[in-house]
C-alpha cells in the first residue's frame, strides 16, 4: 500500500468509446466531498459573496501575482493582495456605473472580458450586477 495520501476520490469510472460516443476519463471529487459538496453557509449565494468573504478574512494575503518577462526569463512574482484586487473591483464598477453601461452593454462587456488573459479585464466577472445596479 502507498504511503502517499490521497486527496482525490474517484467517483465514475473511466467509460470506453461506445456507440460512436468518444471515451470519456474517470471522474475525481476531493476527498472532503466524496460524498457531494457541502452546502454554502448562509450568505454564500454568489461569486461576488465568497470574493468579499475571502478580503474579509484574508485582506494581506497575495490573490493575482504575475511575472515579469525580461530577456526571455521569468522574474520574481508581483502581487496585489486580496484587498488591493478589492479595491481594483469597486473602482472598476465605479467607474462602468459612471459611464453610463447599462446592464446588456456591462454584460457584453463581461463576456468579451473572459475571452482576454489580462487578470485587470478579467476582473470584471468578479462584478455582479448587484454591485453596479442595487
Not at 9 to 20: F, I, T
Not at 34 to 45: A, H, I, S
Not at 55 to 72: A, C, F, Q
Not at 110 to 128: N, Q, Y
Request: glycine share 8%.
Amino acid at each position: 500500500m502507498s504511503s502517499e495520501k490521497k486527496f482525490i476520490y474517484e467517483v465514475e469510472p473511466a467509460k470506453p468509446v461506445q456507440d460512436g460516443k468518444p471515451s470519456v476519463g474517470p471522474v475525481y471529487r476531493s476527498i472532503f466531498a466524496k460524498d457531494g459538496f457541502p452546502e454554502p453557509p448562509p450568505g454564500m449565494d454568489t461569486c461576488w459573496d465568497i470574493f468579499r468573504l475571502a478580503v474579509e478574512t484574508y485582506p494581506n494575503n497575495p490573490m493575482l501575482g504575475h511575472r515579469e518577462i525580461v530577456d526571455g526569463k521569468a522574474g520574481e512574482y508581483a502581487w496585489l493582495t486580496y484587498k488591493e484586487v478589492y479595491d481594483i473591483v469597486i473602482k472598476l464598477g465605479n467607474a462602468i456605473r459612471h459611464c453610463g453601461v447599462g446592464k446588456v452593454d456591462f454584460l457584453l462587456v463581461s463576456e468579451f472580458a473572459s475571452l482576454v488573459s489580462a487578470w485587470g479585464v478579467s476582473l470584471l466577472e468578479t462584478i455582479s450586477l448587484w454591485v453596479l445596479y442595487p
